[in-house]
């Protein structure tokens, strides 16, 4: 079993930044994978950014890209995701997301068996 606890939401103004952190602890794996996915009200899960072990290896939504940056601390089992110019179609729920074991293009959820509590993000307009 894995881990995940997550930290970092809050409301923000539109234009603003907020930093997410997700903590993995317990049978984590050298090849574990973090994600990060969003549910907004009335609508599915979203994938919005996932990384690799190396962080050469990020995955982005095309909503998010260029906007939010995913990053990692392997040594402390990390994931941060920066979410900069927020607006307010970016509120939602945010899920951070891990696996010892994906292959594939990480950005299906149904590849995670890992999953945090959730952190609300708000982007006032």
């Known amino acids: 079993q894995v881990q995940l606890v997550e930290s970092g939401g809050g409301l923000v103004q539109a234009g603003g930044s907020l930093r997410l952190s997700c903590a993995a602890s317990?049978?984590?794996?050298?090849?574990?994978?973090m994600g990060w996915f969003r549910r907004a009200p009335g609508k599915e899960r979203e994938f919005v950014a996932a990384?690799?072990?190396?962080?050469?290896?990020?995955y982005y939504a095309n909503s998010v890209k260029g906007r939010f940056t995913i990053s990692r601390d392997n040594a402390k089992n990390t994931v941060y995701l920066q979410m900069n110019s927020l607006k307010p179609e970016d509120t939602a729920v945010y899920y951070c997301?891990?696996?010892?074991?994906?292959?594939?293009?990480?950005?299906?959820?149904?590849?995670?068996?890992?999953w945090g509590q959730g952190t609300q993000v708000t982007v006032s307009s």
């Open positions: 997301a891990a696996d010892n074991s994906i292959g594939a293009t990480p950005n299906l959820a149904i590849l995670y068996n890992y």
């Open positions: 317990g049978r984590t794996s050298s090849s574990l994978v």
């Open positions: 990384i690799r072990r190396s962080a050469s290896n990020t």
